[in-house]
């Protein structure tokens, strides 16, 4: 699996700016054949105009990309050959079907995928002579994931592929995605789910304002967070947050109904409990688990300080 | 083995087949109303007024720029600020076919269903009420096709200046009814004289209908009435390609 591997996309020193406003700022990132990689970040922070300057709709200030080494900028024909690119928001035609869709995109490519499995596998055999505007929004993005994939890219863009699916229908995309990377598609997925990164990704930028914050794998993300362990316990005893929050490695420990929770580095639950115990104090049902991405992300995207908690 | 652009227009015309409302107005409508007034007898006397034709005479051409009307500016810029709304034309941008392709299936379907509403019409025209065939074809070609090719510059300058579908339906009902008029669909524009005839000549529907009358009557247009459609349409294709934006 891990063999030796080219980069499929490279994005060097990207900037744009619309007016004032500097959307993407110095953003460097190379993509790897065959890896699932996200683009994490909160609205605004410059994921979608990365991927639309790396699909070619927009031109960076500064700054270039290479897709297979294709300039996207330059050449667009011959980035639609190799990149399927499945858009934030982008919709059909309102009375075109499912069926007439599939098969306008395979008319636009030379070997296409043969749609009808790849439509089976997306759960939309049974809808093809339904009407865009007639299917469910969980439908349109299926079928949009179809067309992005009818034209055998060997890099995908999914934006905000899951938003607005069901939990089944999200865990059945990712499959698919899964299962298109296996077939040696590299797959750029950009996302706001914090848990469809973590579960999904190889590896993951994290952006903000512009820029990235991070780049590494889940597990190295979280570890690298200043909460790599959550511990929970309940207690009707009064406690000291302030006594646990100088315990070295803790960043943060605050109570809500009676659950505390501390976030820390790697072996701060023992700490926690020992100083609960010179307290005086019995917790119960206490947890002990893993950082989430979540807490990474908060401590790498938090840019303004937070005062009160 | 078709090409993505050929593709792109089949599906447009598919697409066009169901849009019911839109092949009323422009196929159906016009003919209705030439069928309607065609019934007042008043309509089928020749006048003197109207250098010996009668009225549902000029109601001919007047009916033929309706349809163009209708297609124009009511259909047409309503479904590409959709498109462009909904992202269709972006979308497109990241396959192998251009989104330009989009643009021309639209131009092409609404400009045959006009086409068909034409010929209804001229032989309704002729079939129910006697009125009159193009006697000079090469003229009446000539001032169809440029009437026609003006007539889809409005559609594409209004699609260009519209940021969204809403404001794309508010300048249309702007420029609606002042081609409407200049048309002659509430009265031919040959009742008027003087003023107010010179001015209606300058405007693109205007010209279009003295064309499409001279050469009914057999003589070849004026060069003044396809000066005038010619202006428009390159100062209207000129402002639609300047400012179209594909997002």
Not at chain 1, 43 to 55: F, Y
Request: aromatic residues 6%; glycine residues 10%.
């Amino acid at each position: 699996m891990h063999q030796e591997r080219e980069p499929a996309v490279v994005v060097d020193g990207l900037r744009k700016t619309y007016g004032e406003k500097v959307a993407v700022d110095e953003i460097s990132l190379n993509v790897c054949e065959g890896e699932i990689f996200g683009i994490l970040g909160p609205n605004g922070a410059g994921k979608s105009t990365t991927v639309e300057a790396i699909a070619g709709l927009r031109v960076g200030d500064r700054g270039h990309i290479r897709v297979h080494g294709i300039d996207p900028w330059t050449d667009r024909a011959a980035l639609t050959e190799v990149l399927g690119v499945q858009l934030q928001e982008a919709k059909l035609q309102q009375k075109i079907t499912v069926q007439e869709a599939l098969e306008l995109w395979s008319a636009f490519y030379p070997d296409p995928e043969p749609w009808a499995p790849l439509a089976e596998r997306l759960g939309l055999g049974a809808h093809l002579g339904q009407r865009f505007e007639d299917l469910s929004g969980g439908q349109q993005q299926r079928l949009s994931i179809a067309l992005a994939l009818i034209g055998r890219p060997r890099v995908v863009v999914l934006d905000e592929l899951t938003t607005g699916l069901d939990p089944r229908a999200r865990r059945e995309v990712w499959d698919l995605v899964r299962d298109v990377r296996d077939r040696g598609v590299t797959v750029i997925l950009v996302t706001h789910s914090m848990e469809e990164a973590q579960t999904l990704c190889d590896r993951i930028a994290i952006v903000d304002a512009g820029r990235i914050r991070a780049l590494d794998t889940p597990a190295g993300l979280i570890a690298a967070g200043t909460a790599a362990t959550t511990t929970t316990f309940d207690t009707s005893a009064a406690i000291d947050l302030v006594s646990l929050r100088e315990i070295d490695g803790v960043t943060s420990a605050h109570s809500a109904n009676g659950t505390i929770t501390v976030e820390g580095a790697e072996g701060v639950a023992l700490a926690v409990i020992e100083a609960l115990r010179t307290q005086g104090v019995s917790p119960q049902r206490l947890r002990v688990a893993a950082g989430s991405l979540d807490s990474a992300y908060l401590d790498l995207t938090d840019t303004t300080q937070e005062i009160t908690r | 083995m078709t090409s993505p652009t050929a593709a792109v227009i089949r599906t447009e015309s598919r697409l066009f087949a169901r849009e019911r409302l839109s092949l009323f107005w422009i196929v159906l409508f016009p003919s209705l109303l030439l069928g309607v007034l065609g019934l007042i007898p008043s309509f089928r006397e020749d006048s003197a007024d109207f250098g010996g034709r009668s009225l549902i005479d000029l109601y001919v051409p007047v009916t033929v720029l309706l349809s163009m009307i209708m297609a124009s500016i009511m259909t047409m810029p309503a479904t590409l600020t959709g498109y462009r709304e909904n992202g269709i034309l972006r979308r497109l941008g990241t396959t192998p076919a251009k989104p330009f392709a989009i643009l021309l299936g639209q131009v092409l379907v609404h400009a045959a269903a006009v086409a068909a509403s034409s010929v209804i019409v001229i032989v309704l025209g002729r079939v129910a009420f006697g009125t009159p065939l193009p006697e000079s074809v090469v003229g009446y070609a000539v001032a169809y096709v440029l009437a026609l090719i003006v007539s889809l510059g409005i559609g594409a300058a209004i699609t260009a200046v519209s940021p969204n579908a809403k404001a794309g339906q508010v300048v249309g009902m702007v420029v609606f009814f002042p081609c409407m008029f200049t048309a002659g669909v509430y009265f031919p524009v040959e009742v008027f004289g003087g003023t107010v005839r010179d001015i209606i000549s300058l405007t693109p529907y205007g010209a279009a209908s003295n064309a499409l009358n001279d050469a009914t009557a057999g003589s070849f247009p004026e060069l003044v009435d396809l000066a005038v459609m010619g202006g428009w349409a390159v100062v209207l294709y000129v402002i639609a390609v300047r400012v179209f934006r594909w997002e």
